[in-house]
């Protein structure tokens, strides 16, 4: 299904992708101001981009030099379509070499932050701003000659910083605004949605949200729909939109997999149905998920075996609720979010799968539903402000996020339910005492794991041999790249001691001081 068309409003800024690692954030960045942002392959027809009727136009950086025999390349005429144009790092060469300037491989190249001396008297992309700032470089290649009409803004120690025709309202910058450690790249954000393209604010929390139940209303019309509910934040503030839009014609179903942390899944129903007002139908199916992990140690092939089982259990419970309602369900309500279906795939080609993730995207393809997917244009942090809108409380709105196959990648190895009695105590006080420092709201995800390794120890007089628990703790942005957390050593010594008092099985705990990359968050 297209995303609700009525979500994205005219008059936004289109970031056309030429693969680089921010080009998401350039998004962020832009959304941050109000300002309506949408990431497309830099080789998305003409036809297809002014259909949007943006405001303006921004073209990433990316990894490739222009001179590359496969430069990724936009059409030519985006630079005349009488839209003013930011070109960001490979923005700017591919911006600069189109229109007639030159590129060359620079003799060093430059990477990280550079001091930049704004040189121009009056550039509307810097008005207001410090003749000298600090600003965030990661480039090979360097302009060496200009396009005709264009002028040189900025300048580092080695390079042109910053070049524009503001006849033509094309800007272009050899650094990165979109990120942190560019001192004023808000602000030269700003003045290019703003001062230059004269955007409105108009993506606020409150228009988002009555265009989506709008748009949510017109596209179910007066069908059934059902939602497979994870407990995290995205299945919730998915289903509560829905539920906001057509009211109980939309049926949650939520699986107990046997593989959900402790209380989870009394926690969440209660929730869901108590606090929240849903229609939600509990699957109690831990055995059958138990049943088919037996003897099962390799990774893969448990992401694979619990993917299968959530789908046969889904399509039983659509059946039978189709059964009882008496009416055929034509809609699946998912929480997809907008990184997942950004296609920057011409510019990248297919990533290498690391993991394959499990969650309730696998179902449409053996299931006759058509997809709803409100959230398919939002960023996480503009899912939560959502959800905070529609009165989803805190708790459910900080959730750290959580796996598809739950437990059974935090049981490495084969899964049993001492295994799972084991992870999900260790995992509670973890998480008890995170909170009651008050780390839980500044970590990405903290979490415990079973390690598939007995140590000797000594307990009271006798020997242990018994099981090991890894803490992982990590902050991250967007879990593209991770740091493990510095937590303070009392902490980590009191969540160790209670691990071990606490729960039987387990004499060791340790800590992973491992970020991705190279290691990846989750240890499966
Ligand atoms: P990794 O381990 O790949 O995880 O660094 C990145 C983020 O994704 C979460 N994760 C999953 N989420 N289904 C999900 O919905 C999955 O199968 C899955 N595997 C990992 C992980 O917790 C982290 O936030």
Redesign the pocket.
């Known amino acids: 299904m297209a995303s609700p068309t009525g979500m994205r409003p005219r008059g936004g800024i289109v970031v056309l992708d030429f693969g680089s690692q921010t080009t998401q954030l350039i998004a962020r960045r832009i959304r941050e101001q109000q300002v309506f942002s949408l990431i497309l392959p830099c080789s998305t027809p003409l036809e297809q981009i002014r259909a949007l009727e943006p405001a303006g136009l921004i073209l990433s950086g990316g990894p490739s030099s222009v001179y590359d025999s496969d430069a990724p390349s936009c059409d030519p005429a985006v630079l005349s379509l009488g839209l003013p144009v930011l070109g960001i790092c490979y923005g700017l060469q591919w911006t600069a070499r189109t229109l007639g300037g030159e590129v060359r491989p620079a003799e060093s190249r430059e990477f990280g932050p550079a001091e930049m001396e704004i040189t121009a008297d009056s550039s509307a992309l810097f008005a207001g701003l410090p003749a000298r700032q600090t600003i965030w470089m990661s480039h090979g290649d360097r302009v060496i000659r200009l396009p005709d009409g264009f002028r040189a803004t900025g300048r580092t120690p080695s390079s042109l910083a910053a070049i524009e025709d503001p006849a033509r309202r094309v800007y272009a910058v050899q650094f990165h605004p979109e990120v942190r450690h560019t001192e004023y790249g808000r602000d030269i954000l700003r003045n290019f949605v703003f001062e230059i393209c004269g955007a409105r604010p108009n993506w606020t929390r409150a228009s988002l949200l009555s265009e989506m139940t709008a748009a949510i209303r017109q596209e179910v019309g007066g069908e059934m729909a059902i939602c497979a509910l994870?407990g995290?934040v995205d299945s919730a503030v998915a289903a509560t939109l829905v539920h906001r839009a057509i009211g109980d014609r939309l049926t949650n179903v939520f699986v107990d997999t046997g593989l959900l942390r402790q209380n989870e899944y009394e926690e969440t129903m209660e929730l869901l149905t108590g606090r929240m007002g849903l229609k939600v139908a509990g699957v109690r199916a831990g055995d059958r998920f138990l049943g088919r992990l037996a003897g099962v140690s390799d990774p893969e092939e448990k992401?694979r075996r619990i993917g299968n089982e959530f789908v046969a259990v889904f399509a039983d419970e659509a059946r039978e609720l189709e059964r009882t309602g008496g009416r055929p369900i034509r809609f699946l309500v998912q929480g997809t979010l907008y990184p997942d279906v950004i296609e920057s795939v011409s510019v990248r080609g297919p990533s290498a799968v690391?993991?394959?993730?499990?969650?309730v995207g696998g179902l449409p393809a053996v299931m006759p539903f058509e997809l709803v997917e409100p959230l398919r244009d939002l960023f996480k942090d503009e899912v939560r402000e959502v959800g905070r809108e529609l009165g989803l409380p805190e708790e459910m709105l900080t959730k750290?996020?959580?796996?598809?196959?739950g437990l059974a990648?935090r049981v490495l190895g084969e899964v049993t339910e001492e295994k799972l009695r084991a992870v999900r105590q260790a995992d509670a006080i973890l998480t008890e005492e995170i909170r009651r420092a008050g780390l839980y709201e500044k970590l990405?995800?903290a979490f415990a794991v079973l390690l598939p390794a007995r140590s000797v120890g000594v307990m009271g007089d006798a020997r242990s041999y018994g099981l090991t628990i890894a803490i992982r703790a990590v902050t991250?942005e967007d879990?593209m790249t991770?740091d493990w957390a510095r937590l303070p050593a009392e902490i980590l010594g009191r969540i160790s001691a209670r691990i071990v008092n606490e729960t039987r099985e387990v004499s060791r705990v340790v800590y992973d001081i491992s970020s991705?990359p190279p290691?990846?968050?989750?240890?499966e």
């Open positions: 994870s995290g992401r690391i993991k394959t993730h499990h969650n750290h996020p959580f796996p598809g196959p990648v990405w995800q991250s879990a991770a991705k290691a990846t968050i989750e240890w």
